[in-house]
């Protein structure tokens, strides 16, 4: 089964996760906590964006927005993760909108780049900055 972005879903420990990059977040999030650099994580916490309300009589859903995660550091600090593979400018106006709303909460789209990061995972707006750079880089070259 495929996802609107046309990612492949997949089941780990019984959990669905929209594609196999979020579930490998999952899967580092766990060891994160087996080894203690982590106090615990959550699946999907969810944000309202707008309430539900009703316009000229009829009734409009709440905008929301879900995360994958919710991250409790050992420092007591919360960090919200959303894992990407690639944005829409949808996507994009919702998590300004989300980060505009709780300015003193932490959010972050990562991806998963084995290329530019040793862990694994490198902030999303970083890893498209990474490959314009070498796209230029390598297109210089060429040239």
Known sequence: MRSKYNAKKITVDGITFDSKDEARYYEYLKKLKAKGKIVN????????LIPAFEYKGKKERPATYTLDFLIYNLDGTETYVD???????QGELKFKILKHLHQDMDFRWISRSLKYSESGWIDFKELQKKRRESKRNAQNKNN
């Open 41 to 48: 994580f959550e699946l999907q916490p969810k944000f309202v």
């Open 83 to 89: 894992v990407k593979g690639d944005s829409t400018p």
